[in-house]
């Protein structure tokens, strides 16, 4: 199994759980994160080591990467495995399962890339890369299908574990946050590059919030690696000891905040799924996004708008994304409290058109695969 970052962890480790039910006795080895260790993985080399986003990002790491996949595929193959499980992480994988599969090992690939969004041309080298793949979103299989791809959709993982309706009380309580605070949480990504982009930006926009809004608690959940760079960002917007950083709870700030600042990602579902309203913001390397944006199909770049058809919430991107910005944005949402009831319902909606059963159908799939 390979994961590239938190979010491929975090399903990760999900998956393990519907494997781990189905054959006790299984063996998984690979590159994972906490999540996946935890469930027993054995870690060859950290998710942190793939989890670069941009193009020029990418170039900067790109012998190192290559490196570690070289070294990782001669090693699958020294002793195939009855499966290998691609999650997400498609610029990496990809390759990696298409030497694979032509050894006659099974693959699997979960999480469909985004063809829908971007970079359709990718189709082609799914088709060649994996034996079958596990879709997060219901209109997935069909497009793959069309091109001769065997797919099952499994619904999102996170919608089983994100409950239908959030306990805001117990957050707080457990945040040390009174029941009646307004809460803004800042989420500005895993990645080095995400946090050198966003951070000190999230928070300047959060300090002008507080000027309009004295009152405003603000939560920042935080990965160890990436806390001194977030708590340099919070002194810079001159919010140091007045915030909540903290390792991990991203789920326990979701369910506790009124709304969300928030890099586009994974996230920002997981957002929707606690129907917290949010403004999505990101940026990347100039050039990245003058290489990205003319691939791009659709007029959205968030999951929750993409998969509500719809600018449900804002989107703030490049250029467009500054303090002053996204601190407007996000006082419109807390002085407009029949919007954000009426973005809470459509994320209801999406939140059960996800929820399925994902560990056992996704199971049932690479039990067949294996036995195919």
């Given at each position: 199994m390979v994961?590239?970052?938190a979010s491929?962890?975090?399903l990760?480790?999900l998956l393990?759980?519907?494997?781990?039910?189905?054959?006790?006795?299984?063996?998984?080895?690979?590159i994972?994160?906490?999540?996946?260790?935890?469930?027993?993985?054995e870690?060859?080399w950290?998710?942190e080591?793939?989890?670069v986003?941009?193009?020029?990002?990418?170039?900067?790491?790109y012998?190192g990467?290559?490196?570690?996949?070289?070294?990782?595929k001669?090693?699958?193959?020294?002793?195939p495995p009855?499966a290998?499980?691609?999650i997400?992480a498609?610029?990496?994988?990809l390759?990696?399962?298409?030497?694979?599969?032509?050894?006659g090992?099974k693959?699997?690939?979960?999480?469909?890339?985004?063809?829908?969004a971007w970079?359709?041309?990718?189709?082609?080298?799914i088709?060649?890369?994996?034996d079958?793949?596990?879709?997060?979103?219901?209109?997935?299989?069909?497009?793959?299908?069309?091109?001769?791809?065997?797919?099952?959709?499994?619904?999102?993982?996170?919608?089983n574990?994100i409950p239908?309706q959030p306990?805001?009380?117990?957050a707080?309580?457990?945040?040390g946050?009174?029941?009646?605070?307004?809460?803004?949480?800042?989420?500005?990504?895993?990645?080095?590059?995400?946090?050198?982009?966003?951070?000190?930006?999230?928070?300047d926009?959060a300090?002008l919030?507080?000027?309009?809004?004295?009152?405003m608690q603000i939560i920042?959940p935080?990965?160890?690696?990436?806390?001194?760079?977030?708590?340099?960002?919070a002194r810079?917007?001159?919010l140091?000891?007045s915030?909540?950083?903290?390792?991990?709870?991203?789920?326990t700030?979701?369910a506790?905040?009124d709304?969300a600042l928030i890099?586009?990602?994974t996230?920002t579902l997981?957002a929707a799924?606690?129907?917290?309203?949010m403004?999505?913001?990101y940026k990347?390397?100039?050039?990245?996004y003058?290489?990205?944006?003319?691939?791009?199909?659709q007029p959205?770049?968030g999951?929750p708008?993409?998969?509500?058809?719809?600018?449900?919430?804002?989107?703030l991107?490049?250029?467009?994304?500054?303090?002053?910005?996204?601190?407007a944005?996000?006082?419109e949402?807390?002085e407009?409290?029949?919007?954000?009831?009426?973005?809470?319902e459509k994320f209801?909606?999406?939140?059960?058109?996800?929820q399925r059963?994902?560990?056992?159908?996704?199971?049932?799939?690479?039990?067949?695969?294996?036995q195919?």
């Amino acid at each position: 199994m390979v994961a590239g970052e938190a979010s491929g962890d975090l399903l990760g480790g999900l998956l393990l759980d519907g494997l781990r039910g189905r054959w006790p006795d299984m063996s998984s080895e690979g590159i994972g994160g906490p999540q996946m260790m935890g469930r027993g993985l054995e870690a060859w080399w950290p998710s942190e080591a793939l989890a670069v986003r941009g193009y020029i990002e990418v170039l900067r790491h790109y012998a190192g990467i290559v490196r570690i996949r070289k070294h990782l595929k001669q090693r699958l193959l020294d002793a195939p495995p009855d499966a290998f499980i691609g999650i997400d992480a498609p610029d990496f994988n990809l390759d990696l399962e298409a030497g694979l599969k032509a050894r006659g090992v099974k693959t699997v690939h979960f999480v469909c890339p985004s063809i829908w969004a971007w970079r359709p041309e990718r189709t082609e080298k799914i088709k060649r890369s994996a034996d079958h793949v596990l879709c997060i979103f219901p209109f997935e299989p069909q497009l793959l299908e069309r091109e001769g791809i065997s797919a099952t959709y499994v619904g999102h993982p996170l919608a089983n574990v994100i409950p239908m309706q959030p306990d805001q009380a117990a957050a707080r309580r457990t945040l040390g946050l009174a029941q009646d605070d307004e809460v803004l949480a800042v989420l500005p990504g895993s990645r080095a590059s995400e946090v050198h982009y966003h951070a000190r930006m999230f928070l300047d926009a959060a300090a002008l919030l507080r000027q309009a809004r004295p009152a405003m608690q603000i939560i920042v959940p935080v990965s160890p690696a990436r806390r001194a760079a977030i708590e340099d960002a919070a002194r810079a917007a001159g919010l140091a000891g007045s915030i909540k950083i903290m390792d991990g709870q991203s789920h326990t700030m979701l369910a506790a905040c009124d709304l969300a600042l928030i890099a586009s990602g994974t996230a920002t579902l997981e957002a929707a799924l606690f129907k917290r309203p949010m403004v999505i913001a990101y940026k990347v390397n100039w050039l990245s996004y003058r290489l990205m944006w003319p691939q791009h199909l659709q007029p959205w770049i968030g999951l929750p708008n993409i998969l509500c058809g719809e600018f449900a919430v804002p989107e703030l991107l490049q250029h467009a994304a500054n303090p002053h910005s996204l601190a407007a944005a996000l006082l419109e949402w807390l002085e407009a409290p029949a919007r954000m009831a009426a973005v809470q319902e459509k994320f209801k909606a999406l939140h059960s058109q996800l929820q399925r059963d994902t560990a056992t159908l996704a199971t049932d799939a690479i039990e067949k695969i294996i036995q195919s």
